[in-house]
């Protein structure tokens, strides 16, 4: 469960990330699969902070007008994609042995929790939101 307040798909990333981090031991292909993800959600953030911009500036000269709502938005999804930045980095710059110590709570993942985990946010990537799109054309 994620407790509401803080961006929760950033502490589902915690989460997986922490499971990672704990099971490298195990299996030495987790530390580039943890390197991955990370590397994956930044670009994605990246992605999503220039789509967002994109948008703005072709509404922007499409409609002559500035829509307050529009820029409210933009600077939301700006805010947002910076926090995620930020959170990137500072695990980035964290030391695997030092991550542990960082734990979202008490609790565990566990190997499904993590599959699940996986899955949620697959699912919130471009790819598979739009495949019934794709399976349509």
């Known amino acids: ?9 950033q502490q589902l990333q915690k989460a997986l990330l922490d499971y990672l981090d704990e099971n490298t031991e195990t299996d030495a292909s987790l530390v ?3 390197k ?12 999503e902070t220039e789509k967002a911009i994109k948008s703005q500036k072709d509404e922007d000269s499409s409609e002559g007008t500035h829509h307050a709502k529009d820029v409210e938005t933009t600077g939301q999804i700006m805010h947002r994609a910076e926090s995620r930045k930020t ?3 500072s695990i980035i710059k964290t030391a695997p042995s030092q991550f542990s ?5 008490s609790d565990t993942v566990d190997y ?3 599959c699940l985990i996986v899955r949620y ?10 495949f019934d799109i794709y399976l349509t054309q």
Not at 1 to 9: H, L, P, R, T, Y
Not at 36 to 47: C, E, L, N, S
Not at 121 to 130: E, K, V
């Open 1 to 9: 469960q994620v407790s509401g307040g803080d961006d929760e798909i």
């Open 32 to 34: 580039f699969s943890r």
């Open 101 to 105: 110590t960082l734990k979202m709570n």
């Open 36 to 47: 991955f993800y990370i590397a994956q959600w930044f670009r994605d953030t990246t992605m």
């Open 112 to 114: 499904e929790d993590a």
């Open 121 to 130: 946010l697959a699912s919130m990537r471009p790819f598979a939101q739009s």
């Open 87 to 89: 959170f990137l980095r």
